[in-house]
């Protein structure tokens, strides 16, 4: 069973810092591209940024010079680093990858997501 599993939110100040991750596990050689979005309550999801198999990234204005997405391949894993963080910030994150699977190229995998949290 392929699927994707993320970690690192929480509860934390503004002007804080938190890293999410995400891991892909099961039948899978590697993640393709992973783009990590976030949903607000009474927002619709919006992609907060993007990181392409070779690397490339794009962000959302809103977060531009504050995340950076990244990915360690050796671990499966795509990473959010999040600092000078904000109450706007507040939402659920999630992570959506396209898999290289043991049975060809898999797209559109969701996580179940992580609760972000930004106190003023």
């Known amino acids: 069973q392929v699927q994707l599993v993320e970690s690192g939110g929480g509860l934390v100040q503004a002007g804080g810092s938190l890293r999410l991750s995400c891991a892909a596990s099961?039948?899978?050689?590697?993640?393709?591209?992973a783009d990590w979005y976030r949903q607000a309550p009474g927002k619709q999801r919006e992609l907060v940024a993007r990181?392409?198999?070779?690397?490339?990234?794009n962000y959302a204005d809103s977060v531009k010079g504050r995340f950076t997405i990244s990915r360690a391949n050796s671990k499966n894993t795509v990473y959010l680093q999040m600092n000078s963080l904000k109450p706007e910030d507040t939402a659920v994150y999630y992570c959506?990858?396209?898999?290289?699977?043991?049975?060809?190229?898999?797209?559109?995998?969701w996580g179940q997501g992580t609760q972000v949290t930004v106190s003023s």
């Open positions: 099961g039948s899978i050689r590697s993640i393709n591209a």
């Open positions: 990181i392409t198999s070779g690397g490339s990234t």
């Open positions: 959506n990858a396209d898999l290289e699977t043991f049975y060809g190229l898999g797209r559109d995998y």
